[in-house]
């Protein structure tokens, strides 16, 4: 089992949570909102609005999204479709807890509001070069005053 931070289209309420919530491909565990403890600068960018998050640690805006633990075969899933190594790369980041949302579990088990946790998340070094002066946002919404509908036609990433 690994943990997974997602913080696009993947979450609850974006086009693609049904990925995170369909055990056909794995199984996945909604287990906590978090935020990342450095600033990460998350744009929406090309012809389908896809959010990405660049690997530029210190840019931007702490990035707001949900905490996931996924079985082995989620997490090959998740590589294939976030496109590995070519658009996204897995990396480590540090996370502060939020909100728990997982099972009811040990206090040693569930993460306290405040805690610390690492987890992969999808970033990208792969990216146009305008893309770090476009918009920096700290919380993705495809659906949200930005304008920027998120549109999965011809692709297969979609953190």
């Known amino acids: 089992m ?3 931070f997602v913080y696009g289209t993947l979450k609850r309420g974006q086009p693609n949570n049904f ?5 056909k491909n794995g199984h996945a565990q909604l287990l906590a909102t978090a935020v990342t403890t450095q600033m990460f600068p998350l744009v ?8 990405f998050l660049l690997n530029i640690p210190g840019r931007g805006h702490v990035v707001h999204g949900e905490l996931y633990t ?11 479709f ?12 540090t ?32 990216y146009q070069p305008d893309w770090p002066s476009l918009t920096h946002y700290d919380n993705y919404d495809s659906y949200g005053d930005h304008g920027l ?11």
Not at 19 to 23: Q, R, S
Not at 70 to 80: G, N, P, Q, T
Not at 149 to 159: A, G, P
């Open 82 to 93: 976030e496109d590995i190594p070519d658009m996204y790369q897995r990396n480590l980041v």
């Open 2 to 4: 690994a943990q997974v």
């Open 70 to 80: 996924v079985d082995e075969a989620l997490l090959k899933f998740l590589d294939y």
């Open 95 to 126: 996370l502060t807890v939020k909100e728990w949302l997982g099972p009811p579990a040990d206090e040693e088990e569930k993460l306290a509001p405040g805690s610390l946790t690492q987890a992969f998340v999808y970033s990208t070094t792969t």
């Open 149 to 159: 509908m998120y549109s999965s036609s011809d692709i297969t990433q979609h953190n």
């Open 44 to 51: 929406i960018a090309g012809r389908n609005n896809i959010p």
């Open 19 to 23: 990925y995170m919530t369909d055990n």
